[in-house]
């Protein structure tokens, strides 16, 4: 006997989704409907899920989960999409015929990603993973008249589709050695055959799906490309609420070693270095704001990969906060530089020309946004790299956290130029005063708010967070 | 009770700077008012402690964890015995005082409101500095009095000359207050902490040795040095004068250099366990009267003569403190305070009526027909020179008990020179203003005080009331406080031990021959310059030699001068800035071009074809499996 009620957060999503579908088959478009019935519906998804945050309990067979950790998650997620949807006011560069299937397909991405943060059965992992994948494939796509969003689109199916191959591959060397997909048996075989180079490497490969999602190094060269063929909206959508889900099952998986594997750790170890270093050096030519902060989102993945690799306690929770603080930093950014760029256009550093007189409110989250994506204090992104980076030395990966450390130092530097771009550039001509409509302002000093009270109250948050990874020590 | 009205003392002026500062910025009356009351208040809590506290015998002390790191907590407090108590009062009276008459002086200046925040922040600096009950506490406001001071000396700051004077002051004072810093360092590092009470016990000579407590001794006197303008880093008092009277006559009485000799007070328990140290400071103290008297004799701006006047009396006050007079050297500083205040105050009538600063021009415009202020003058330039019954007299005479106590009579000779040399260039400046003669041409009036005059209207300004009010009160004062000396000598010695108190005969022989010096000195001054058939040029002035010597500051400027030119700007700080360049600026460069190429290099990479990154992802997992395999 299957307990539905376990499982109303993705239903009432699957309904929402569904409302869409009808939505899309009506004869007359109108952007305007569809962006009010998306706002109210997903903020009415925030409030589904924080009900169910103290949820427990196995359905399907065991191989679906609800725990705290899941259902942290499915906040973050339901929150994610939230935000996204709310700088979809102006979404200028989809067709307006489009926009019931782009909200429908961001809705459907963000129920797989819930599905996928409470599976515990390897295939429903997978086909979890696959499902958030397709609809973000599509949703590249749907910025049509660009005439890179194709070839963007191709390219991020080509590596996905390869990553996917890889982690099947993993996944059936995985089931062959343990011969159970249930995460819960894997657990409890995995530490007596964790010494056989074969098993790691079955977990390797498994782990290259979720690379693949966070953008880490070998699986990060849709990128660049993805959010520069995207429509704005999917770009900042693919960098928060995606990486939310990625951090939340690689924390799953490589937990499934007990951190007992030492060359894991090492794998992981590198490609987090290469990782962040790419990312950053790549970074600081870019003058496309968005390819920008996709490099930086590779490197963020390295950062989150440093809490993940140290398999402790400390390390899982300060993942999961840093989670938190991806959404809602680059959310920020996002957000600024889709104002800044009026006409749904790309935007460039010199879209943000003089935007401290465009618009002090934004100029000032953007300030707040990347000062806490470097990790200055006191945001929240000091007290997640803090967080991450102490887990790391208390495994004794000083050398790994040096390296980090470097790396912040130059990532400030591109994000300082940013702000000079915001702050001391004037404009080539006078530009108008930025269109702030009240929302605008309200959702700015929101997140200028959280971003800054979390770095000063971390405690709670913090407090969250280790009760969400709890489920695994 | 105590301790709430000394936090209200201390916090009243505080408040009055942030509301002044961020409120009435537009709204210059309401500024004065507000840090008028303020600095009332604490006037009133201070002499309400006063009496409260007149027959104390025990310190009142109340102290509050600031912050904690680790092992060291940092403590904030107050302190009350005789010496702060005694130092509240003049502070709080004269910060006053001065206030009403800035309300007439700064009427109509552009930046009246914030002049009235910065008086606010000094004497806030100034009065949490003397309730200090730790080292530490009263280094933070001994800085932020120099930060005050800084800010009042440059007030014109669009005047290029006053940003120099301000910075010349700021620099000079730091200079001294590394050391001060370096050597409370000492003291915590070897003594373990920073309490006053406990530094002045006898404890630090049993922890430290004596070496260390004539260092630290010597390293504190440097920060005295700085602040109290003593030889050899005396030159930015003179260049002070750049900043408005008023604030000319707070810096020199009650607040910024007083608080020199007052640290040297405060601390005189552990400056005394070192006769070498105290040997030391006494010299220095010696030198700076002897130096400041000769540049007195012979300037013609009336500012800076009691600028000059202002440094030997400190010195004074340094030597009696040095020579064992704890309260001979206090009760000077008490009483120079306020017959200091009242010379900066009448000079500053002077300058705001007739728009200059020269004594001769002031005598040719008629100064003397300003009754108030002359008869003030004369009162106070009778108690500078240390004639009875004003109160210089009675103090000063203290301060030569002390020094006639000591075995060497050099100190003693040197002082009485002093006082005659303090009277007659006290009397030179009366006598030039009360008769004026068409003598010595007025070439070179100096542009200070032109400056001074255009910020004002051209015609002369009768004496407003603000202006007189504080005048005439402190006039009163210099008059009767002389016949306090006993009173306050019990006072302050309630706490201190008696054999650092005891002050030694008293009017015995050197009184009556400081008396005859002091005399001598107003009669060479009427002779040179009172007498009808009399040139009015000193007989320092005769010799070109001296007079080059004398108003030229002794070259010591020259000497800084040349020493910053030449081996501070072309040694120094040539070699660092060659080593900035070439050195650091370079690698950082070279380094930061070279993560700027890779930068380039790799996002080229990620801009080829996919079948290049597919090789790419395969290859890294070739390679990460094949170590995975062998490992």
Redesign the interface.
């Given at each position: 006997m299957i307990n539905w009620a376990l499982f109303n957060t993705e239903i009432y999503f699957l309904i929402t989704a569904a409302g869409f579908l009808v939505l899309s088959l009506l004869p007359k478009a109108d952007a305007h409907r569809d962006y009010q019935t998306a706002l109210a519906l997903s903020a009415i998804g925030v409030g589904v899920a924080l009900a169910g945050i103290t949820q427990q309990g196995d359905i399907f067979a065991q191989a679906y989960r609800i725990d705290m950790f899941s259902q942290v998650f499915k906040v973050l997620l339901s929150m994610g999409l939230f935000l996204i949807i709310c700088i979809c006011s102006e979404l200028k560069s989809i067709p307006e015929r489009l926009h019931p299937e782009f909200y429908f397909l961001l809705v459907i991405a963000t129920l797989a990603m819930m599905i996928l943060v409470s599976s515990v059965h390897l295939l429903t992992i997978y086909i979890s993973l696959e499902l958030s994948s397709y609809c973000l494939y599509i949703l590249v796509y749907l910025r049509t008249e660009h005439k890179r969003s194709l070839s963007a689109t191709i390219r991020y199916f080509i590596i996905g589709a390869t990553a996917s191959a890889v982690m099947l591959f993993g996944l059936a060397i995985l089931y062959s050695f343990v011969g159970s997909a249930y995460l819960i048996d894997i657990v409890n075989t995995l530490p007596a055959i964790i010494d056989r180079p074969i098993v790691i490497i079955g977990i390797f490969f498994t782990l290259a799906g979720f690379f693949f999602k966070l953008a880490v190094f070998p699986f990060h060269f849709w990128v660049p490309e993805a959010y520069h063929g995207a429509s704005n909206q999917v770009a900042a959508y693919i960098a928060t609420a995606s990486k939310v889900a990625a951090i939340a099952i690689l924390i799953r998986v490589i937990a499934l070693s007990g951190g007992h594997s030492e060359y894991l750790a090492k794998v992981l170890i590198c490609l987090s270095i290469i990782s962040m270093t790419v990312g950053n050096l790549s970074a600081i030519v870019q003058k496309d704001l968005k390819k920008l902060l996709a490099y930086s989102s590779i490197a963020h993945a390295g950062y989150a990969l440093i809490g993940i690799l140290s398999m402790n306690h400390a390390g899982y929770s300060g993942a999961v906060f840093y989670a938190l603080a991806l959404l809602i930093l680059k959310f920020t950014c996002f957000f600024v530089v889709i104002k800044a760029a009026t006409e749904g256009q790309n935007p460039t550093m010199a879209h943000l020309a003089g935007l401290h007189q465009r618009s002090p409110i934004l100029a000032l989250a953007l300030l707040v946004a990347l000062f806490g994506l470097a990790g200055i204090p006191p945001t929240v992104g000091f007290t997640g790299k803090l967080l991450v980076f102490s887990a790391a030395i208390q495994q004794g990966y000083f050398f790994l956290v040096l390296i980090a450390m470097i790396n912040v130092v130059i990532s400030l530097y591109y994000y300082i130029l940013v702000l000079k771009a915001a702050y001391l550039t004037e404009p080539d001509r006078p530009l108008s005063e930025l269109p702030t409509p009240m929302s605008v302002k309200i959702l700015a000093a929101a997140m200028i708010t959280a971003i800054v009270a979390a770095g000063f109250f971390p405690v709670y948050l913090i407090r969250i967070a280790e009760a969400a990874t709890a489920v695994f020590i | 009770m105590s301790v709430n009205a000394a936090v209200l003392a201390a916090i009243a002026p505080l408040m009055a700077f942030f509301v002044t500062l961020i409120l009435t910025r537009k709204r210059p009356w309401l500024s004065a008012g507000i840090s008028v009351g303020a600095v009332s208040i604490s006037t009133v809590c201070a002499v309400f402690l006063l009496f409260r506290h007149w027959e104390m015998t025990e310190p009142v002390l109340y102290t509050s964890t600031w912050m904690v790191s680790g092992a060291i907590s940092i403590p904030l407090g107050i302190m009350l015995d005789p010496l702060s108590l005694l130092m509240l009062v003049i502070v709080g009276g004269i910060c006053l005082l001065v206030q009403i008459y800035s309300i007439g002086y700064m009427e109509g200046d552009p930046g009246f409101s914030r002049y009235f925040t910065f008086m606010s922040l000094f004497a806030w600096a100034m009065i949490t500095m003397t309730i200090s009950p730790t080292m530490l506490q009263l280094y933070v406001f001994w800085e932020l009095v120099g930060l005050s001071s800084y800010l009042l000396i440059g007030f014109w700051y669009e005047k290029f000359s006053a940003g120099q004077a301000g910075k010349k002051a700021f620099v000079m004072t730091r200079l001294g207050d590394v050391a001060f810093l370096i050597g409370i360092l000492l003291v915590l590092v070897h003594a373990g902490n920073l309490n006053i009470v406990e530094i002045n016990s006898l404890g630090p000579s049993e922890t430290m040795s004596p070496l260390i407590i004539t260092l630290a001794v010597l390293l504190i006197f440097g920060g005295i040095i700085g602040k109290s303008a003593q030889f050899p880093l005396l030159t930015w008092l003179p260049d002070a004068m750049e900043g408005p009277t008023p604030v000319s006559a707070l810096l020199h009485s009650a607040t910024m250099v007083a608080a020199g000799v007052f640290l040297f007070a405060r601390l005189f328990p552990f400056f005394s366990l070192t006769p070498t140290a105290m040997a030391l400071c006494l010299a220095i103290g010696t030198v700076s009267m002897l130096l400041a008297s000769t540049m007195a004799m012979v300037s013609r701006d009336i500012k800076q003569v009691w600028a000059y006047s202002t440094i030997s009396q400190l010195g004074y006050m340094i030597m009696g403190l040095a020579a064992g007079g704890y309260v001979a050297g206090v009760f000077h500083l008490t009483t120079h305070a306020v017959f200091k205040a009242l010379l900066f105050l009448c000079s500053g009538v002077f300058i705001h009526a007739l728009h200059t600063n020269d004594m001769f021009d002031i005598a040719k415009s008629s100064g003397r027909r300003m009754k108030i202020p002359v008869i003030c003058l004369i009162i106070a330039g009778a108690a500078l020179a240390g004639l009875p019954p004003f109160s210089g007299f009675f103090s000063k005479e203290l301060i030569l008990a002390k020094l006639a106590a000591l075995d060497n009579p050099i100190w003693l000779i040197f002082a009485l020179a002093g006082v005659f040399l303090t009277a007659y260039y006290t009397f030179r400046l009366i006598f030039i203003i009360l008769f004026p003669k068409p003598g010595p041409s007025d070439a070179d009036s100096t542009s200070i005080a032109a400056d001074e005059a255009e910020r004002h209207d051209v015609k002369p300004h009768p004496i407003r009331q603000t202006m007189a009010t504080p005048l005439i009160i402190l006039a009163a004062i210099t008059l009767v406080l002389g016949f306090f000396e006993d009173p306050v000598e019990r006072f302050l010695s309630a706490t201190v031990t008696e054999s650092l108190s005891a002050s030694g005969m008293h009017h015995g022989w050197p009184a009556f021959m400081a008396l005859g010096l002091s005399v001598a000195g107003v009669l060479l001054a009427l002779i040179e310059f009172g007498l009808p058939k009399s040139r009015q040029i000193g007989f320092a002035e005769r010799m070109p030699f001296v007079y080059n010597l004398f108003s030229k500051r002794w070259y010591i400027d020259h000497v800084y001068r040349y020493f910053i030119d030449y081996v501070i700007d072309r040694g120094v700080a040539k070699i660092c800035a060659r080593n900035d360049k070439k050195v650091i600026d370079k690698s950082i460069d070279t380094f930061c071009d070279g993560?700027?190429e890779?930068?380039?290099f790799?996002?080229f990479l990620?801009a080829g074809m996919?079948q290049y990154?597919?090789i790419?992802?395969f290859a890294?997992?070739f390679f990460?499996?094949l170590?995975?395999?062998?490992?």
């Amino acid at each position: 006997m299957i307990n539905w009620a376990l499982f109303n957060t993705e239903i009432y999503f699957l309904i929402t989704a569904a409302g869409f579908l009808v939505l899309s088959l009506l004869p007359k478009a109108d952007a305007h409907r569809d962006y009010q019935t998306a706002l109210a519906l997903s903020a009415i998804g925030v409030g589904v899920a924080l009900a169910g945050i103290t949820q427990q309990g196995d359905i399907f067979a065991q191989a679906y989960r609800i725990d705290m950790f899941s259902q942290v998650f499915k906040v973050l997620l339901s929150m994610g999409l939230f935000l996204i949807i709310c700088i979809c006011s102006e979404l200028k560069s989809i067709p307006e015929r489009l926009h019931p299937e782009f909200y429908f397909l961001l809705v459907i991405a963000t129920l797989a990603m819930m599905i996928l943060v409470s599976s515990v059965h390897l295939l429903t992992i997978y086909i979890s993973l696959e499902l958030s994948s397709y609809c973000l494939y599509i949703l590249v796509y749907l910025r049509t008249e660009h005439k890179r969003s194709l070839s963007a689109t191709i390219r991020y199916f080509i590596i996905g589709a390869t990553a996917s191959a890889v982690m099947l591959f993993g996944l059936a060397i995985l089931y062959s050695f343990v011969g159970s997909a249930y995460l819960i048996d894997i657990v409890n075989t995995l530490p007596a055959i964790i010494d056989r180079p074969i098993v790691i490497i079955g977990i390797f490969f498994t782990l290259a799906g979720f690379f693949f999602k966070l953008a880490v190094f070998p699986f990060h060269f849709w990128v660049p490309e993805a959010y520069h063929g995207a429509s704005n909206q999917v770009a900042a959508y693919i960098a928060t609420a995606s990486k939310v889900a990625a951090i939340a099952i690689l924390i799953r998986v490589i937990a499934l070693s007990g951190g007992h594997s030492e060359y894991l750790a090492k794998v992981l170890i590198c490609l987090s270095i290469i990782s962040m270093t790419v990312g950053n050096l790549s970074a600081i030519v870019q003058k496309d704001l968005k390819k920008l902060l996709a490099y930086s989102s590779i490197a963020h993945a390295g950062y989150a990969l440093i809490g993940i690799l140290s398999m402790n306690h400390a390390g899982y929770s300060g993942a999961v906060f840093y989670a938190l603080a991806l959404l809602i930093l680059k959310f920020t950014c996002f957000f600024v530089v889709i104002k800044a760029a009026t006409e749904g256009q790309n935007p460039t550093m010199a879209h943000l020309a003089g935007l401290h007189q465009r618009s002090p409110i934004l100029a000032l989250a953007l300030l707040v946004a990347l000062f806490g994506l470097a990790g200055i204090p006191p945001t929240v992104g000091f007290t997640g790299k803090l967080l991450v980076f102490s887990a790391a030395i208390q495994q004794g990966y000083f050398f790994l956290v040096l390296i980090a450390m470097i790396n912040v130092v130059i990532s400030l530097y591109y994000y300082i130029l940013v702000l000079k771009a915001a702050y001391l550039t004037e404009p080539d001509r006078p530009l108008s005063e930025l269109p702030t409509p009240m929302s605008v302002k309200i959702l700015a000093a929101a997140m200028i708010t959280a971003i800054v009270a979390a770095g000063f109250f971390p405690v709670y948050l913090i407090r969250i967070a280790e009760a969400a990874t709890a489920v695994f020590i | 009770m105590s301790v709430n009205a000394a936090v209200l003392a201390a916090i009243a002026p505080l408040m009055a700077f942030f509301v002044t500062l961020i409120l009435t910025r537009k709204r210059p009356w309401l500024s004065a008012g507000i840090s008028v009351g303020a600095v009332s208040i604490s006037t009133v809590c201070a002499v309400f402690l006063l009496f409260r506290h007149w027959e104390m015998t025990e310190p009142v002390l109340y102290t509050s964890t600031w912050m904690v790191s680790g092992a060291i907590s940092i403590p904030l407090g107050i302190m009350l015995d005789p010496l702060s108590l005694l130092m509240l009062v003049i502070v709080g009276g004269i910060c006053l005082l001065v206030q009403i008459y800035s309300i007439g002086y700064m009427e109509g200046d552009p930046g009246f409101s914030r002049y009235f925040t910065f008086m606010s922040l000094f004497a806030w600096a100034m009065i949490t500095m003397t309730i200090s009950p730790t080292m530490l506490q009263l280094y933070v406001f001994w800085e932020l009095v120099g930060l005050s001071s800084y800010l009042l000396i440059g007030f014109w700051y669009e005047k290029f000359s006053a940003g120099q004077a301000g910075k010349k002051a700021f620099v000079m004072t730091r200079l001294g207050d590394v050391a001060f810093l370096i050597g409370i360092l000492l003291v915590l590092v070897h003594a373990g902490n920073l309490n006053i009470v406990e530094i002045n016990s006898l404890g630090p000579s049993e922890t430290m040795s004596p070496l260390i407590i004539t260092l630290a001794v010597l390293l504190i006197f440097g920060g005295i040095i700085g602040k109290s303008a003593q030889f050899p880093l005396l030159t930015w008092l003179p260049d002070a004068m750049e900043g408005p009277t008023p604030v000319s006559a707070l810096l020199h009485s009650a607040t910024m250099v007083a608080a020199g000799v007052f640290l040297f007070a405060r601390l005189f328990p552990f400056f005394s366990l070192t006769p070498t140290a105290m040997a030391l400071c006494l010299a220095i103290g010696t030198v700076s009267m002897l130096l400041a008297s000769t540049m007195a004799m012979v300037s013609r701006d009336i500012k800076q003569v009691w600028a000059y006047s202002t440094i030997s009396q400190l010195g004074y006050m340094i030597m009696g403190l040095a020579a064992g007079g704890y309260v001979a050297g206090v009760f000077h500083l008490t009483t120079h305070a306020v017959f200091k205040a009242l010379l900066f105050l009448c000079s500053g009538v002077f300058i705001h009526a007739l728009h200059t600063n020269d004594m001769f021009d002031i005598a040719k415009s008629s100064g003397r027909r300003m009754k108030i202020p002359v008869i003030c003058l004369i009162i106070a330039g009778a108690a500078l020179a240390g004639l009875p019954p004003f109160s210089g007299f009675f103090s000063k005479e203290l301060i030569l008990a002390k020094l006639a106590a000591l075995d060497n009579p050099i100190w003693l000779i040197f002082a009485l020179a002093g006082v005659f040399l303090t009277a007659y260039y006290t009397f030179r400046l009366i006598f030039i203003i009360l008769f004026p003669k068409p003598g010595p041409s007025d070439a070179d009036s100096t542009s200070i005080a032109a400056d001074e005059a255009e910020r004002h209207d051209v015609k002369p300004h009768p004496i407003r009331q603000t202006m007189a009010t504080p005048l005439i009160i402190l006039a009163a004062i210099t008059l009767v406080l002389g016949f306090f000396e006993d009173p306050v000598e019990r006072f302050l010695s309630a706490t201190v031990t008696e054999s650092l108190s005891a002050s030694g005969m008293h009017h015995g022989w050197p009184a009556f021959m400081a008396l005859g010096l002091s005399v001598a000195g107003v009669l060479l001054a009427l002779i040179e310059f009172g007498l009808p058939k009399s040139r009015q040029i000193g007989f320092a002035e005769r010799m070109p030699f001296v007079y080059n010597l004398f108003s030229k500051r002794w070259y010591i400027d020259h000497v800084y001068r040349y020493f910053i030119d030449y081996v501070i700007d072309r040694g120094v700080a040539k070699i660092c800035a060659r080593n900035d360049k070439k050195v650091i600026d370079k690698s950082i460069d070279t380094f930061c071009d070279g993560i700027v190429e890779s930068s380039r290099f790799l996002s080229f990479l990620h801009a080829g074809m996919i079948q290049y990154r597919l090789i790419v992802v395969f290859a890294t997992l070739f390679f990460l499996s094949l170590y995975l395999l062998l490992g």
